[in-house]
């Protein structure tokens, strides 16, 4: 006797579309089987003209630790189940920081009270802190961060110390994340445009430069080639060019991957003239002709897996002050988007298979950060967390429907192909037509299970 | 109520090996459940400590049609059976050569009542059939294949002619191959040998050298490049250098791929030296560092999938006649060793996952030839394809046990570790331990689908 | 006492641009000194204004020999002296083609009765005579030419004649040289096209496409690469793709060069359609990107030097025979027109500099075919070969004006601006504002004196 | 009437090696004519069985201004003069720094007084001091260096400051050139060695790993393809993988170049470890390995000069304190040597040949740092700085002879093969036998002539 039977729809996996039953036992897949098997089940799920997908693993979330007024873990669970997110991957951007055991337990114990999904969390590889990652990594953190350029409330790890630090993951396995950009070449063109009085969103964009991120890229890469067995990771990848470089590393040998987000394949550099503050972000939003770059490379694999970043402020730090595009607070909401997102700029517009969908969301983030065996996948033995999509549903996406504590987003008044009806969490559902089904808490602690590769 | 259930063993997909139940109905699988789902099904078997994984997809066999003093249909199949290869792909090299409807049709009756494992059947793209490739594909021959350089009964053809023939392909979407060596560059060393009167294995060797077949190789891609919609393979690639060739090709968008077989992961030129015209194949076995190098390749995903390339020869024929090498036939078996020399060499040798082992043989070969939906995997609604491996077992390789119509194999003595228990088609027990159940003629024919690229 | 002084003019090397006096004796350079030195000699032309050049080394020339109805020694040679080029290099396509100490010998004994400028000449690597390379390498013969394609009166060689040729020439150290198109792409698309009725000039182009140069560009590098030692070098490259090609192999330390046409870098595809078969070359001439792409690379020195390829056919031989522009003779006129084409469209027209002018037209052809220490620089004791050249000078080139047996060009009707005042040889006045001032038989016959590599 | 001719030598040019007299009128090569022209002229020297070369110009030279203890413009210019350099560029890494007007000038008027060799002044970009470069540029210091790592005494110039100092080097054409390591890289490293009491050589070796500053070549190489018309420079390179990513890099066009120094191609890790401070430099000498690489790449042309980075310290700075290597001062000697350690190392143990030497030291530096035209060849009308060479000759380096403050050289026993019998400068001598044969001040300032590439 199962728990869940969910019937009648087209399950996507990473590998297939099928039309099959999925069941559930114990919060366990327990069975998938042909369609009409009708095997015994508790509850009966007609998901006619639906299709079921594993649940998205977003590897990339700043949740708001520390700084309710920018985000909760409330909300942004709400908004990640709401949007098909079934895990999230809590960064170490926090107040304090995750670097230490202290913050860690603190963060995982008001995660544990507060997340309606299953979450993980991120340490980081900052100076001074280096000997800490260990113990973060037996308590479950898998994956550490470092910023190559300044960041407000995070330090910055410099090449050597990124050196000294992948040394020390490589002998347990952790993965290295970076945010990649220049720093000096970023700050030298900022005062420079400051001081000539252009401080409008074109300035900021001219003094983020594309080959800022392709520099710190190329460097990190080859940081990346010294230490057998470390796994390196990029995170907001903004730049085709960049993934180009991760692939060519690849072609060596080298374990590196490479992730970007909706807002680098849904926006352009116009968005950002016509939404302002609401859709800045760091790296900024590119060109058109690089959008449709990354689409070709995120189609062919060369992109591992996409992101939310979602990183929110209150709506009035979005504003620019003083007619200075570059006070406006950094980071786009994108937690509840995300699959929206992919689902009509991607499967509908540039015809992405479902398949690779998967891959993108669910299976690549799940096994890069040791999520693999639980999450990203509907495998016999792994988590129920699944999806009903509605493929063909159009809607319009509003600001004040996201479950955000700042209730704004890039995408405001975006029309939507493609929509979440239902999302379930360990064979329950959490979340129907975007409203919830369970109880802040219900969320479990995942830890992330690397194996060393040497 | 199910037909067939397997319980207690591990299933090993491409993507995870699950302890789980295997179930087929109609001959197709019907469900995957949890280890203790215990559904009704009439017939159990019990695979405890045993691995079930899809049954091997040979994209690359010649099954002697025409010839049958080399192999024949019969003995091939049965070979494939008890070495867990479930579906063969035969090449167009048989008498008559497979490149027109009439041909096609011969093969495929003499096929269906011999083969007792399911088979698809190639077609050629050859100087003067160009315009007969469009039937073929209708009929269900899905891939293509050329000689670059020459070959004893199988038309050479040249640059100009492959790329009228792919321009024809990207029409209707077949797959295009080649052997891929330069054969001038073969032939003017040969002659040059032959004048200073050095005919033995070294000498066959040297006049193949490793730059002729990525001489090719590259040429090959640069025709692949020309024609937007082109899907390119090149067969039984021997060298690394012309994987990463291939790789490089990839990243540009190009959709090709690349075979490699047992015989260049196994044997390198001191085999040759000691096992002598058993061990001659075309491109000939290379130097040993080579053959860890495409391990690596292999183990990083940069080759898309092996195969047997079964190319048996009278045992008289691979003897050296008059202390000439070069004139012993040339091509190994390989259909019944294929699996346990990967096991052997790849799984337990050199760490190969088992589910990038499934991969490169079952998943990849039926995704680029057109059999995925019902071949390369143990997803719902596929056939019911399937081996139990013992993967601990050990046991030496004799020539005499081989099914071929020549028991020979270079193998011959190798100690073998892992070995086909039992192999399923369709849930039907077509071999176990090597004995078969099923007649001649149980196997059924597969046309290849493939979906134009433009 | 000096036999000759030029004075006032302004000297060009190939390293600087210098007011300076040249100073002959017995047909040797004997001194360059300061203005105003005045040593004593016994003719003294007063150069004021004008520039001082090397006389000019023309590497690629179809003398006509043993085909008077397409061109003379005695007329190529007063076309040469015409336009400022002071030596030719013969190439092998004659009747007899120069494979042969015979057919050496005998082109050799006609040159030095008809050519008014000095000469040397190339022999050839074809397919039966490889084993003569060497007994014309010791007549003189520097350099030797294959066809990678057919061409109507020249065996076509193939790779592995290629390779065993090089293996032969790096024992004495003597250059080869390729026509490098990929034969069978090129059929291939002809016979299409005229299977379709296409046999314009632009179905030419079509069958004739960059890729096709490109292959064999880079299958010849390939081969390059396998003989430590070899020397090799392409001719009239046309694709600017093909350049870059040899300058990435020069970076592995391969030495080959790489030679392109005054055609190549004036004409477009657009000239073809316009001039006809007179503007008709093989390779055809290209885009105009393409053309701009070459001048960068002319510029950065990527090129290593620039030949005429003067390739003369009778007027009605170019004429379109049948609409079927395919049967147009190939090969453009080019001898008189080199230097006055590169001084307006590379000097006036793209800035190239008069020492980089130098090098590609004087010091490096004479370097690559071993006739530097006599030719190609205006060093002491080099030979006096120079001209006086009227830099600002604009005149309309007329094909009535060729000295060529036959009077087409497909620079009818074209500015140009730069003018040959007048051309010595070994001192002596050879042609002054193109009237000749020498007896044909003037020409010493020169040895390509190479340096084995290994 | 010329003031002095030099006869019966060969004279060495960029080009050739030719028999001929050298004359000299004003200090400026008036003439060179054949042997045996016995022009009229006051002084006659016989160089019978000697060669001519024009007089290094060492681009890269530390001449103590401000740190009498390390090194005097006397003594350096004697060590050159002694040593075969004729014009010296001293580097900005003075007491003060020359990054103003007053420091320029200031440094001026002591080079002006004290040097017997001619000289021109390097400015510096460094931050604070990017408007100051233009007014340099117009006293004449037409290179500007800036350090990627930190150094003593000169500030470090990162990413930013550096684009941004491209920027305005661009608009009038100087010539920027970089110190390239990482800092933070060897700083970590060397941290962690000091941290686990690790100072000897070895730590010192390894804290500067090859790919520190092969990182940083990658990163400039990077930043200089944003600006178009900016000149770029790296010195002192060590590693053959750097001096390919130059190659590269002006296959794209760009407009970089490369040197490299003695040290690099004389000496490796064991002579650290066996000569101790006295050949410690930073970057430090490397493997044997890249020692023979590099001179493949010198050899090729691959790397565009060679200068001494003369950089001296007073013995006891040199002698390693408290067991701590990495507090021995960094810089070797190498005014004096340079040209011996080329003719031995390079001309005599590895066939370079005597014309490419003439192009590394003397004319490559002349013209990228815009001196030719007067400096770096002996044409007509340039400076009449020359040495005579007595090719053959052998004796034993010995730091008691270097003229330099501090008399220590890590080439101290080294046996020589090639020496400097006498150099001219302006036609006069200078230096003869090791005697100087002028008082300081004999040398002249030189502005540095660029002319911009945009």
Redesign the interface.
Known sequence: MFDLCVKNGK?I????V???EL?V?DG???????PG?N?ESKNIIDAAGKYLMPGVVDAHVHGGYGTPERETFEAVGKAAAAGGVTTVLEQPLSVPITVTEEAFLGKKKEAEERFCVDFGIWGGLVPGHLEDMEKLYELGAGAFKSFMCRCSNYPTT????I??GLKILAKFGGVHAVHAE????????AD?FRAEGKMDAKAYLESH?P?SE??AI??YI??S??IPGAKTHIVHCSIAEGA?EV??A??D?IDISVETCPQYLALCEDDLYEKGGVAKCDPPVRSLENVEKLW?LVK?G?IDLIASDHSPHPFEKKVVPENDFSKAAEGVTGEQTMLPVILTEGVHKRKLPLTKMVQLLC?NPARRFGL??RKG?L???FDGDFNIIDLDKEWICHGKDMYYVNKHTPYDGKHMKGAVEATYIRGRLVCEQGEMKVEPGFGQFLAMKMRPSI
């Open positions: 399950i996996s990473s590998k297939t099928l039309e099959g069941y036992k366990k897949v327990a069975a998938i089987a042909a098997s095997l410099n090449d050597g110390q050196l000294e220049n720093d000096t070449l970023i700050q030298e063109l420079r430069p080959y392709l520099e190329q460097r080859l940081l080639r010294q180009l692939g060519r690849k072609m040998g070709e062919e060369a299976e693999y065996g996948a495998e016999i033995g």
